[in-house]
């Protein structure tokens, strides 16, 4: 199996696409709709990287916090249509390496996941 992943959108469809196709090109996924669940995973399993969308309630800073405390050097990726400077500097100040604006095709999006783990290892 390759690198583990975990996906955190709140959008059902947004986590079924990244999986299926980060899984098609060797990635092993895991994803989760909401922050509870996505702390969750984080205590019970080791990423590699996280890919977070702004989850309403500045949850997805909850998220990230939760992920650095237990993997300090593994890459995160804030993946939004929201972009905003609160989002932005929320995401930042919590840990996130990189944000990438949706929509983004999945080619694109898989070199700059390969990108930040390469540059994390």
């Given at each position: 199996?390759?690198?583990?992943?975990?996906?955190?959108?709140?959008?059902?469809?947004?986590t079924?696409?990244?999986?299926?196709?980060?899984?098609?090109?060797?990635?092993?996924?895991r994803?989760?709709?909401?922050?509870?669940?996505?702390?969750?995973?984080?205590?019970?399993?080791?990423?590699?990287l996280?890919?977070?969308?702004?989850?309403?309630?500045l949850?997805?800073?909850?998220?990230?916090?939760?992920?650095?405390?237990?993997?300090?050097?593994?890459?995160?990726?804030?993946?939004?249509?929201?972009?905003?400077?609160?989002?932005?500097r929320?995401?930042?100040?919590?840990?996130?390496?990189?944000?990438?604006?949706?929509?983004?095709?999945?080619?694109?999006?898989?070199?700059?996941?390969?990108?930040?783990?390469?540059?994390?290892?």
């Amino acid at each position: 199996m390759g690198r583990r992943l975990l996906i955190v959108d709140d959008d059902a469809r947004v986590t079924e696409l990244l999986c299926r196709y980060l899984s098609s090109v060797g990635y092993d996924t895991r994803s989760s709709q909401d922050a509870m669940s996505a702390i969750a995973l984080i205590r019970e399993n080791l990423f590699d990287l996280l890919v977070v969308d702004s989850l309403p309630n500045l949850a997805s800073r909850d998220v990230i916090l939760k992920f650095r405390e237990k993997n300090p050097k593994a890459p995160v990726i804030l993946f939004t249509g929201n972009v905003s400077s609160e989002t932005l500097r929320v995401a930042l100040e919590a840990g996130a390496n990189l944000l990438l604006e949706k929509p983004l095709g999945m080619p694109e999006f898989s070199k700059e996941v390969e990108r930040l783990l390469q540059a994390a290892s």
